[in-house]
Nanobody, 121 residues
């Protein structure tokens, strides 16, 4: 069974940075796209970023362009989301997921449990 585990969330002041990590056992990520989504209280889950299986292609939601960077290390079966210039509106639970290279959550079939990111003003 594929298990994805996010880490790196926490509390940070506005303008600060966090780096989220998505890890899976074995080669569970190496042949698949990995996406990051987030869900704030009272809101629907929304797309943040995704990276193709080989790392050559990426997508970002408009609201994170220029601030967040997604990367992957298939040898370590890890995908990172570097988040800079964080804003209070970035506060949410962040999820990583494995699936197709897409901005649509239904194209991802395995999800982590999420990690909380809180940005104070």
């Amino acid at each position: 069974q594929v298990q994805l585990v996010e880490s790196g969330g926490g509390l940070v002041q506005a303008g600060g940075s966090l780096r989220l990590s998505c890890a899976a056992s074995g080669r569970a990520l190496s042949s698949y796209a990995v996406g990051w989504f987030r869900q704030a209280p009272g809101k629907e889950r929304e797309f943040v970023s995704t990276i193709s299986w080989d790392g050559r292609s990426t997508y970002y939601a408009d609201f994170v362009k220029g601030r967040f960077t997604i990367s992957r290390d298939n040898a370590k079966s890890t995908v990172l989301l570097q988040m800079n210039s964080l804003k209070p509106e970035d506060t949410a639970v962040y999820y990583c997921a494995r699936g197709f290279f897409s901005r649509t959550s239904s194209d991802y079939f395995y999800w982590g449990q999420g990690t909380q990111v809180t940005v104070s003003s």
